[in-house]
């Protein structure tokens, strides 16, 4: 575990303050007509800390995210389904805990071992299951065997294009912030799930219409962000 410096405090003290102001605004907690109530990019500063300072920053951070979804549930609701959701502390906490070190493990995994085949399979797999599992619900499809095949091309399609985005230099950083966004989404949705605050036919929607979109972001802007902060830190010797 490489040793943290006062610069590294510095940003995640940043990137923490960045979670709290955000979290009352329409930018962090973004509306959307879901039981959820809100899609969120909270997450992301939580992931770029973890790749920048390690798990233990980044749970740190991910802790404060939780911090400010408990607070909102309790003094500014989306709706009465997300306040029931957030001011359950396991599910207000524990989903965004983890997501820091989850992210941050899957970077240093790929980064030395560069499994994108899995991912990607993963990846196809899940958008498989899930475009299947959200046609049934709104009737499009008849549930059964030919219903969940006609959504093979949909999987291969991801885990294509998944293959391609992590084939360059990035390949790392992506693979961690889609590990930290789906961290993110499946512990919230799994834990509401299992409360039965949630059937799991909505938590799927939710994790296609909400889970999905946020992971392409988390992607994307988490890998600028590294590539900024990360050549900054390595001009002056602060970083791996």
Partial sequence: ???LSMRHYVLAGVLGALIAALGFTPIGMIPVPTPAGAATILHIPVIVVALLE??????????LFGAVSFWRAIVAPSNPVAQVMFTDPFTA????MLIGPVAYWVFNFTRRQKPRWMVAAACGLLTWDLSYRVAVQYEAVQPG???????????IAAGYLV?????????????????????????VLGLVTL????????????????????AAVSCLVALLLYRALSGRYAEKGEID
């Fill in 145 to 155: 065997p030919e219903g969940y095949l006609f959504f093979v091309p949909f999987g």
């Fill in 1 to 3: 575990m490489k040793k």
């Fill in 54 to 63: 390690g798990p233990k920053m980044g749970g740190l951070v991910g802790f």
């Fill in 93 to 96: 906490f524990l989903p965004r």
């Fill in 195 to 214: 409360r039965g605050i949630l059937p799991l036919s909505a938590s799927a929607v939710i994790a296609v219409v909400q889970g999905l979109p946020e």
């Fill in 163 to 187: 293959m391609r985005a992590l084939s360059g230099d990035g390949a790392p950083v992506i693979a961690g912030a889609l590990a930290g966004s789906l961290t993110n989404t499946v512990g």
